[in-house]
Nanobody, 117 residues
Framework: QVQLVASGGGLVQPGGSLRLSCAAS????????MAWYRQAPGEQLTLVAL???????DYADSVKVRFTISRDAAKNTVYLQMSSLNADDTAIYYC???????????WGQGTQVTVSS
């Protein structure tokens, strides 16, 4: 059973920054990609950013330029650096580890990000 522990959320003012961390209990290269998703109140879960095991990166249009996904393989950790935060970024952020074969998803427990003055 893979464990993903997300941390780093909190309350931040508009325009501020936060860095989320997702620590995996196993090598992150075991997965085809790792990703951050978010779910705002009353909204569906949406993909924010992903990083593939060979270093490919993709972002949701709404966070391009403002967010950066990265990883530290030695720490089995994936990060999401968020800057220029606004109220629309308020959500619970979930870490995900995805495997193609067999198809499987592991999820972290979620970390709340609230952007408010």
């Amino acid at each position: 059973q893979v464990q993903l522990v997300a941390s780093g959320g909190g309350l931040v003012q508009p325009g501020g920054s936060l860095r989320l961390s997702c620590a995996a209990s196993t090598s992150i290269f075991r997965f085809n990609f790792m990703a951050w998703y978010r779910q705002a109140p009353g909204e569906q879960l949406t993909l924010v950013a992903l990083i593939t095991n060979n270093g490919g990166i993709d972002y949701a249009d709404s966070v391009k330029v403002r967010f950066t996904i990265s990883r530290d393989a030695a720490k089995n950790t994936v990060y999401l650096q968020m800057s220029s935060l606004n109220a629309d970024d308020t959500a619970i952020y979930y870490c995900n580890a995805h495997s193609y074969w067999p198809v499987h998803d592991d999820w972290g427990q979620g970390t709340q990000v609230t952007v408010s003055s």
